[in-house]
């Protein structure tokens, strides 16, 4: 099912912020030189660097480019599979629900779905995000008959998806909640952002400390990924939950994260599990 229309205003907004993204993606500045900023940082601070960084940053860059070149594809369907629960997915900062269209097609061949792109503003409140993917929520339950939903949340997306789990009623109504890079605990990378987010998301931010303060769900099942190698949300600090499952790998950048197999694979572990 699809959302609500979006005002010509806001439509305007989210493609020049799109365009902009996209021209940093094709050129390199992302992710080379974050990538190359996190080594150096490293070694200043006699920090070892994981394995192969080359090779994660141009891996991370064909990512960035393909994932880019997807963005059209959010306008489609990305997938219409039955599984035991709607899999609803939440883009990052600055990006759109065609980000999940790898990850979108191996979870159909898992069985898993249908699988449901939320958009919101990422320049706005994390909490007015929440609010809407609250209504979505409600909607996707009457229309589908499901008494619960999957919600999986890439960067600033499982920030939202968290804060509407934790705080407003969520817990319940989502069986499981996986973000993959999201920035927990913040990130100093949003100092540089547009928007409610560059304060949000940053360290030790008044919603940052809202969020860790609030009662662990007790209900919804939450799984955190993150790459070591991930030069947005850096290091333990950044990407984790007390008390969250966790799987951490060493050789990912952050939009690779949505584009590799063997994420997939754990994502479809914890879809799959039985309560």
């Known amino acids: 099912m699809r959302q609500k229309r979006h005002s010509s205003a806001h439509l305007a907004w989210r493609g020049a912020i799109a365009l902009a993204s996209d021209l940093l993606m094709a050129s390199g500045v992302y992710p080379l030189v974050p990538h190359a900023a996190m080594m150096v940082s490293r070694w200043r601070r006699q920090r070892p660097s994981p394995p192969n960084q080359l090779r994660v940053a141009l891996r991370e860059w064909g990512a960035a480019v393909a994932l880019s070149a997807a ?13 035991p629960r709607p899999v609803i997915v939440l883009h990052g900062y600055a990006m759109n629900r065609g980000n999940f269209v790898v ?43 499901a008494a619960e939903v999957d919600l999986i949340g890439h960067s600033m997306g499982g920030v ?17 909640l996986i973000t993959l890079g999201s920035p927990h605990a913040g990130t100093d990378v949003s100092a540089i952002g547009l928007g409610a987010p560059a304060k949000e998301l940053f360290f030790n931010s008044t919603m940052l400390q809202r969020l860790e303060a609030a009662p662990r769900p007790t209900h919804t099942r939450v799984t955190v990924i993150w790459s070591r190698s991930d030069c947005l949300v850096p290091g333990a600090t950044n990407a984790r939950i007390a008390g969250a499952d966790e799987v951490l790998f060493d050789d990912l950048g952050h939009l690779s994260l949505l584009t590799d197999r063997r994420v997939a694979a754990e994502v479809v572990a914890r879809l799959q599990r039985l309560r």
């Open 71 to 83: 963005r059209p594809l959010g306008f489609l369907p990305l997938s219409s599979a039955r599984g």
């Open 103 to 145: 990850l979108a097609r191996r979870l159909a061949r898992a069985g898993l779905g249908p699988v449901l792109g939320f958009e919101y503003w990422s320049l706005g409140r994390t909490r007015n995000a929440a609010l809407r993917l609250a209504e979505y929520v409600e909607e996707v339950r009457a229309a589908t008959g």
């Open 160 to 176: 939202v998806a968290r804060y509407y789990v934790t705080l407003l009623g969520g817990d319940g109504k989502v069986a499981n």
